[in-house]
């Protein structure tokens, strides 16, 4: 039959089993484990630092781009502005010009109403000059039919 040995729990824990490798001691495990976060640590702030330095320099070329616009800008604002003065000086004297070229434009429309009302005045005066030219032309005829009239009356005689 089979026969059973029964070994006691001290001998069972004192027999360990034939290991093939060797093992580290406990605190070098640890020791690695802290170094490797340490090292993620490390490789993550200093990851974070690259990242941030990269930011900065780009908002700082962001910001000298901004300067550039702003004084580009601020530029074209002072053109600008030197423009609207010089054609509000303009727009000033065109309007002196207009309102002389206006008073210019009623004396003229006074001049030729007076002018006209004188035109007017003056063909009726031609008219009746006309028609009085006519007139002393007609009895200047029928004075010479008179004349030659009295010629010949006076040869007859």
């Not at 490797?36 to 910001?63: E, H, K, P």
């Not at 001049?111 to 007609?138: F, P, V, Y």
Request: net charge negative; glycine share 4%; hydrophobic share 40%.
């Amino acid at each position: 039959m089979t026969e059973y040995i029964y070994e006691s729990e001290d001998n069972l824990a004192r027999s360990h089993a034939p290991r093939a490798y060797k093992t580290f001691p406990k605190w070098a495990k640890w020791a690695i484990i802290l170094f490797l976060w340490g090292l993620l640590v490390f490789a993550t702030y200093s990851l974070a630092q690259y990242y941030m330095g990269n930011i900065r320099q780009q908002l700082n070329q962001i910001q000298q781009t901004n300067e550039t616009n702003v004084q580009v800008l601020t530029a074209k604002l002072a053109d600008l502005e030197h423009s609207l003065t010089a054609h509000q000086e303009q727009a000033t004297v065109l309007q002196q010009q207009f309102i002389a070229v206006e008073s210019e434009l009623g004396a003229v429309k006074e001049e030729m109403s007076l002018a006209g009302d004188s035109l007017s005045s003056s063909a009726d005066t031609k008219q009746a000059l006309g028609e009085r030219i006519t007139a002393l032309s007609n009895e200047l005829g029928e004075l010479r039919k008179l004349i030659k009239k009295l010629e010949e009356a006076a040869r007859v005689y």
